[in-house]
């Protein structure tokens, strides 16, 4: 069984940083993607930003020159740093992880249990 361990997540003043973590284990083959969305309250679920298996990232255009996402292959971890926060980056965070698994090569999509990211002063 693939699971994805977070962490990281907290409460920061505006303008400060932080950085979240996101560790997959289990029988896993190949990754595909990693990458970060969160979501507030009465709203859907959006993508923050991702890595791909050839290393490509992309993110949202409300991120963009703040949020670094990175890697480590060979922990199968994925990291984000957060810059410059402000109040509407409040959210809970989700490591997202799409896969194929070890044997089976089946293809598999699995989520973080989600970490709360709090920007107040």
């Known amino acids: 069984q693939v699971q994805l361990v977070e962490s990281g997540g907290g409460l920061v003043q505006p303008g400060g940083s932080l950085r979240l973590s996101c560790a997959a284990s289990?029988?896993?083959?190949?990754?595909?993607?990693m990458g970060w969305y969160r979501q507030t309250p009465g709203k859907q679920r959006e993508l923050v930003a991702a890595?791909?298996?050839?290393?490509?990232?992309d993110y949202a255009d409300s991120v963009k020159g703040r949020f670094t996402i990175s890697r480590d292959n060979a922990k199968k971890t994925v990291f984000l740093q957060m810059n410059s926060l402000k109040p509407e980056d409040t959210a809970v965070y989700y490591c997202?992880?799409?896969?194929?698994?070890?044997?089976?090569?089946?293809?598999?999509?699995?989520w973080g249990q989600g970490t709360l990211v709090t920007v107040s002063s």
């Open positions: 997202n992880l799409r896969a194929r698994t070890d044997g089976d090569y089946k293809y598999i999509e699995v």
């Open positions: 289990g029988s896993i083959f190949s990754i595909n993607a």
């Open positions: 890595i791909i298996s050839g290393g490509s990232t």
